[in-house]
């Protein structure tokens, strides 16, 4: 409020001391800002919200109307980095490059091998006084691997081991999705039999591995590797039906324990009670 009484003042001082200057540095400031209507501004129809994937070229763009004499530049708000002025790119980091062709309103940043940590805002900006600058938002994605069913599996002996991977926001489908068991890749030609391969290719590829009239030597991990993202891997438990799994093993015989000890306090207590 203060600071707002002396500007007044200064502003009137200045108006009534030296009247033919102080009107002229008038018009200056008025011109300087960018009028409605007159001035450059930004179409801000254009999408200013961008996914990009880890490694894939990404573009944000900027249109521009009414740009004059001016220039357009781009700014990263992380640390307030000078991109590029113009058409011209002016930071050492070679992945960012200017785009614009003549007499277009098209200013766009080209951004090569995207990596996660260049997500943030980047500011298109008006070499206007004061600059005017229009933020753009990028989030860059990785490929995600998952296999559905959770870390572990339990599948009854003698039924189908069923294994689906799914890749998502890979730039492209997975060239190839490869499967290993216990670090061995699977071979579909062994001796074992009864393993089969779907693949579908999408936005969202998936893989899924058959393996029928699943044995004991069939547990154990299954890891999904697809060329272009992480892999991901599934602990696969396969249940003896005739003789209870290791977790009902261990369930039952804690159950016997339970029951031995309070006979064996029952036993005591009826000794306690009866001394003869
Ligand atoms: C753009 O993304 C940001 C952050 O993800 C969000 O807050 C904002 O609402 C989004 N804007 C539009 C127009 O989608
Ligand atoms: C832009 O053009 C105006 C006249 O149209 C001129 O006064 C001004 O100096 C120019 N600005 C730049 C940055 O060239
Ligand atoms: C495998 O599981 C998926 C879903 O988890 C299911 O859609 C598909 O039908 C199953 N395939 C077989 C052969 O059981």
Same mark, same amino acid.
């Given at each position: ?124 900006? !008006?070499?206007?006084?004061? *600059?005017? /600058?229009?933020?753009?938002?990028? #989030?860059?994605?990785? $490929? %995600? &691997? ?39 890749? !699977?071979?579909?030609?062994? *001796?074992? /039999?009864?393993?089969?391969?779907? #693949?579908?290719?999408? $936005? %969202? &590829? ?57 006979? %064996? ?12």
């Amino acid at each position: 409020m203060l600071s707002f009484i002396l500007l007044l003042t200064v502003l009137s001082a200045d108006f009534i001391g030296a009247e033919e200057s102080s009107s002229k540095k008038f018009r200056d400031f008025l011109q300087e800002w960018p009028t409605p209507g007159t001035g450059p501004y930004f179409d801000t129809s254009v999408n200013s919200n961008i996914t990009g994937l880890v490694g894939k070229t990404v573009m944000l763009h900027c249109r521009v109307k009414n740009l004059g004499n001016r220039t357009v530049s781009w700014v990263r708000h992380r640390d307030i980095h000078l991109l590029t002025v113009g058409r011209y790119t002016y930071t050492s980091d070679q992945r960012f490059e200017a785009i614009h062709s003549p007499h277009t309103e098209e200013w766009t940043l080209r951004i090569r091998y995207p990596q996660r940590k260049d997500s943030g805002i980047y500011e298109c900006q !008006i070499s206007t006084t004061p *600059p005017i /600058g229009h933020p753009v938002h990028l #989030t860059v994605v990785e $490929p %995600i &691997t998952e296999i559905l069913g959770g870390n572990d599996l339990y599948i009854n002996m003698g039924s189908t081991i069923n294994l689906t991977c799914l890749v998502r926001y890979a730039p492209e489908p997975p060239p190839t999705m490869s499967w290993s068991h216990n670090s061995h890749a !699977i071979n579909f030609d062994s *001796p074992r /039999g009864g393993i089969s391969l779907v #693949t579908e290719k999408g $936005p %969202i &590829t998936t893989t899924r591995l058959l393996i029928q009239k699943a044995v004991q030597a069939d547990s154990g991990v299954y890891t999904c590797d697809p060329s272009n993202a992480n892999s991901a891997n599934v602990r696969v438990h396969i249940l003896d039906g005739e003789h209870p799994a290791a977790m009902h093993h261990g369930c039952s015989r804690s159950t016997f324990q339970s029951i031995l000890l309070i006979f %064996i306090c029952m036993f005591f207590v009826a000794i306690r009670m009866n001394p003869t």
